[in-house]
Nanobody
Framework: QVRLVESGGGLVQRGGSLRLACSVSGARLDDFAFGWFRQAPGKERGAALSITNSAGYTYYDDSVKGRSTISRDNVKNMVYLQMDSLKPEDTAIYYC???????????????WGRGTQVTVSS
């Protein structure tokens, strides 16, 4: 059974940085594409913020492009999202998810973590 556990969230000031981590168990990273999603207060979970697949392809939504870096460690079975220059509008619960296929749509992801809260103060 595939299990994803996020960590690394917290309270940070505007302009600060966080590295979100997703621990993956029950699967090999190479068998999946991994995406990071977020759900802001009072809003629905949107499309992928960032994706990495086994071919090394990476994707970034415009909202985080240029200030985020996704990476994966196949030895540790971890997926990371480094987020810099954080803004108050980045405040949300951040989720890690796994899909057999590359997709930016949340509905195509089969496995989800419970999320980690990121709060950016102004």
């Amino acid at each position: 059974q595939v299990r994803l556990v996020e960590s690394g969230g917290g309270l940070v000031q505007r302009g600060g940085s966080l590295r979100l981590a997703c621990s993956v168990s029950g699967a090999r990273l190479d068998d999946f594409a991994f995406g990071w999603f977020r759900q802001a207060p009072g809003k629905e979970r949107g499309a992928a913020l960032s994706i990495t697949n086994s071919a090394g392809y990476t994707y970034y939504d415009d909202s985080v492009k240029g200030r985020s870096t996704i990476s994966r460690d196949n030895v540790k079975n971890m997926v990371y999202l480094q987020m810099d220059s954080l803004k108050p509008e980045d405040t949300a619960i951040y989720y890690c998810a796994a899909s057999r296929w590359y997709s930016i749509e949340a509905k195509n992801y089969d496995y989800w973590g419970r999320g980690t809260q990121v709060t950016v103060s102004s």
